[in-house]
């Protein structure tokens, strides 16, 4: 019986010690749970900063086309410039060359 007494024993020491690294483990999961959570909410952060810098890029990249189209734009009414004072110098050119005739 004192046999059966001490096995008893010390199966319940052995099963409060699980329980207590059971409980050790429950608190380091929780943990390691929190962790996550502060993770996954810094990278949700890092997501919403990178989303907003591809709008700012996708932004700057128009603003670059429409700039460079202006400058075509620009380069070619220059051209025409050029030309129209040219057809005007030789216009004048002739209207002088009659005025003398």
């Known amino acids: 019986m004192?046999?059966?007494?001490?096995?008893?024993?010390?199966?319940?020491?052995?099963?409060?010690?699980t329980q207590s690294q059971l409980q050790e483990s429950d608190t380091r999961l929780?943990?390691?749970?929190?962790?996550?959570?502060?993770?996954?909410?810094?990278?949700?952060?890092?997501?919403?900063?990178v989303q907003e810098m591809q709008h700012q890029i996708?932004?700057?990249?128009?603003?670059?086309?429409?700039?460079?189209?202006?400058t075509i734009s620009f380069g070619d009414n220059r051209k025409k410039i050029n030309v129209f004072v040219l057809n005007l110098r030789i216009l004048t050119g002739s209207l002088r060359?009659?005025?003398?005739?």
């Open 30 to 49: 929780q943990e390691t749970q929190s962790q996550l959570q502060e993770s996954d909410t810094r990278l949700q952060q890092a997501n919403t900063g």
């Open 97 to 101: 060359g009659m005025r003398y005739k």
């Open 58 to 70: 996708q932004e700057l990249n128009q603003q670059y086309h429409q700039l460079q189209e202006t």
């Open 2 to 17: 004192q046999k059966t007494q001490s096995q008893l024993q010390e199966s319940d020491t052995r099963l409060q010690e």
